[in-house]
Each structure stands twice: as structure tokens, then as C-alpha cells.
């Protein structure tokens, strides 16, 4: 793996260069980790202007967990002496030391992730280094994915698969939203999971269809829809899944025509995920079934977007979104429609864009979509 990390920092180092940039800082913790391997929380990054000028710095010395990561080997490291400084104010330090600000280009930092009083003290620390933006170049080197890192997916959507699949061999009515999302979390952590990949939702009845709800002391009931939001953490990367049931009795046709209505909606934006096709035309493939059936208010703002060491990356599937997919890309693609009072469905999924000649996008969550009755 430690080529795989060099490799991705020349890449970073190329494009700093083409900039003008003499060094970049790269503090955004999911940043630093595609580029070092693993650090503890609040390490940074500082790319120099050849492979052996890299350094990360840590707050504490890295303690090589799974959910950490184990930092590339091949990098210099540096420990901060004391647990309270910032290593970020320490790398610029260290250039202005070294005379950097003097002989070499301006230095590149992620102004989007630094608060302004961070930014602040960097240009205090050394005044005579002009500091410029390194935009989200990390991120946008982050979106296509290689096979190491869409295996850590696949291992996460197994994990996320064999805990839903759990719960539905259990008793479910009279048990509470909040009880059952903690049950799912905990059987993630058995499978082998570092963690949630976000909160779990559940909801139940009139919440159920509900994006990201926050679950309640609401107790299933007989009949109601019970919506399902999971994803599970593996070696930093999550994976996502989003399922509707309906509880004990087979479901009303009001039911059935809204999954039915869903289900078909999400397998639209599921197949138009091929490598060349807008971000907005799979949002717009997934939304206008729904839309046609007289739901266009209450669609979400996307039915998708990217994945990996963050739950929510680039790409947006939206509709006003630029830019097309690429191979090796992963997303979630999850429609829903939420009826207020009544409840709703949520379908959701992460695949990998694949070309049409490799059999199309590969699903990685496979618990089934069919409407089963609980």
C-alpha cells in the first residue's frame, strides 16, 4: 500500500506544482488519511516540493488502530512535543525554518477547512510566506476509486447487509425506533465494523419514508411502514443502505403502489449509472417518476451522491449539478417519498460506476428490495 500513498501525493505534488504552489498543508483529517494512510485526529499533512520533503505531523504518536488507519511508512513523521499544539501552525513552522519562505513558491492550504483565526496565525507564523488556496484538489482526487478502496466498500456493505438482515429474523412490533437503531448498531460493531457509517434512522408509520430521521420512542405497530437507514464504517470507508418494509400483515395497495412507485423510480437512477452520463441526467432519470406522479414537492434536494472515507462526497446527483461520472466512481442513489400522517418508502443503494462492457454499475449492498411483510 505504500506505493498506492506515494502515488496519490505525486499526484498532489503535480498539480501544486502546475499552480505555482512551492508546498501544500493539507489539514482536512479525511484528506490526510487518503494521503498518509492514517494519522490520529488533528494530523496534517505538509507536501514538499519532492517525495522526501513530505512530513505529516501528529498531535500524539499514532497508535496504528483500525480506525485511525496506519500512517504509510515511507512518510516522515513528527510528534508534537505537547498534546495542545497545532500540528498545522508546526509545519508552518518548520518551512519557515527551514528558510522555505524565502526560496520557494507560495505554500497551498485547504481554506475551506481552516477557521479563519487558524489562517490567521499560519500567515503570523511565518510572514513572509504568502499562503494560497488549494481549493478541494484532495476531494476531486478522491472521487474515482481504486480496487483497495472499493474493496474496503464492499466489506462495509456486507457488514451493513448482514445487520439488517439480523434484524428482520427478530421480533419487531412493540419495539421502539431508538431501540431497534441501537440494536442495528451494535450488530454492525459484531460483524466486524469500526462504527456506524452515520446515525442510524429508523422510523415507523407516519415517519417512515423520512430522510435521515432521527428515531423516536415511537413503537412499532401492525400495518405501519417501517423505513430502514444503515451504513457501516470499514478500515475509514462507509457504505450506505436504505430499505422499506411493512409490519405483520400483508400491505395496504396504498402501500404497494407507493413501493412499487419508489422501486421503480431508484432502479432508473441504479441504471443510468455508466461511466459519460451527467450527474443531473441519473438525479433527473431517478426523479421524474415520481414527480410525474404528482410528488415533486417533497423529493429531496439530490437522490444521491459520492462515497468513501466520507459518508457524503462528490459527486452530487442533482439537478442543477455539473460534470459526468466516471468508471470506479461509488454513490448511493436513494429516492423517497414521504406522505405527511401516513409514512412513505425509502429505497436506497451504493454501486460502483461501471462500464456497460463489465456488466454495468456493481451493486454492493444486496439485501433485498422486494416489499416483504415483517
Given at each position: 500500500m505504500a506505493e498506492v500513498y506515494a502515488d496519490r501525493r505525486a499526484r498532489l505534488r503535480e498539480r501544486c506544482s502546475a499552480a505555482g504552489s512551492g508546498a501544500a498543508l493539507v489539514s482536512r483529517p479525511a484528506n490526510v488519511r487518503y494521503l498518509a494512510g492514517g494519522?490520529?485526529?488533528?494530523?496534517?499533512?505538509?507536501?514538499?516540493?519532492r517525495p522526501d520533503d513530505d512530513l505529516l505531523l501528529c498531535p500524539r504518536t499514532p497508535a496504528g488502530d483500525p480506525a485511525e488507519g496506519r500512517p504509510d511508512s515511507a512518510l516522515r513523521l513528527s510528534v508534537l512535543p505537547s498534546g495542545d499544539g497545532d500540528p498545522a501552525i508546526a509545519a508552518v513552522g518548520a518551512l519557515a525554518a527551514d528558510g522555505a519562505d524565502r526560496t520557494a513558491g507560495p505554500l497551498a492550504v485547504e481554506e475551506h477547512h481552516l477557521t479563519v483565526a487558524r489562517h490567521r496565525a499560519l500567515g503570523s507564523v511565518a510572514p513572509g510566506l504568502r499562503l494560497t488556496d488549494l481549493g478541494c484538489a484532495v476531494e476531486q482526487q478522491r472521487i474515482v476509486k481504486d480496487e483497495e478502496e472499493i474493496g474496503c466498500l464492499r466489506i462495509a456493505a456486507e457488514i451493513a447487509d448482514q445487520a439488517l438482515g439480523e434484524l428482520l429474523e427478530s421480533i419487531l412490533v412493540g419495539r421502539t425506533e431508538r431501540h431497534l437503531a441501537l440494536e442495528?448498531?451494535?450488530?454492525?460493531?459484531?460483524?466486524?465494523a469500526e462504527g456506524p457509517a452515520f446515525p442510524t434512522s429508523v422510523a415507523t408509520g407516519p415517519n417512515s419514508g423520512r430522510e435521515a430521521h432521527r428515531p423516536s420512542d415511537r413503537r412499532v405497530e401492525e400495518g405501519d411502514f417501517l423505513t430502514v437507514g444503515l451504513g457501516a464504517e470499514y478500515r475509514g470507508y462507509r457504505c450506505g443502505i436504505a430499505r422499506t418494509f411493512v409490519i405483520g400483515t400483508s400491505p395496504a395497495d396504498w402501500q404497494v403502489e407507493l413501493y412499487e412507485l419508489v422501486f421503480a423510480a431508484q432502479r432508473a437512477g441504479r441504471e443510468g449509472l455508466l461511466p459519460g452520463v451527467g450527474y443531473r441526467d441519473v438525479d433527473h432519470a431517478a426523479r421524474q417518476p415520481l414527480a410525474a406522479a404528482g410528488y415533486a414537492e417533497g423529493l429531496g434536494a439530490r437522490v444521491g451522491h459520492g462515497v468513501g472515507l466520507e459518508n457524503d462526497e462528490d459527486p452530487q446527483l442533482a439537478p442543477a449539478a455539473m460534470g459526468k461520472l466516471d468508471a470506479c466512481v461509488p454513490v448511493t442513489v436513494g429516492p423517497g417519498v414521504h406522505l405527511p400522517g401516513r409514512g412513505g418508502v425509502r429505497i436506497a443503494d451504493t454501486l460502483v460506476v461501471r462500464p456497460e462492457a463489465d456488466g454495468g454499475p456493481e451493486l454492493l449492498t444486496i439485501t433485498t428490495k422486494e416489499l416483504l411483510a415483517l
Open positions: 494519522a490520529p485526529p488533528g494530523a496534517v499533512l505538509l507536501l514538499g516540493a442495528l448498531e451494535r450488530r454492525l460493531i459484531d460483524h466486524g
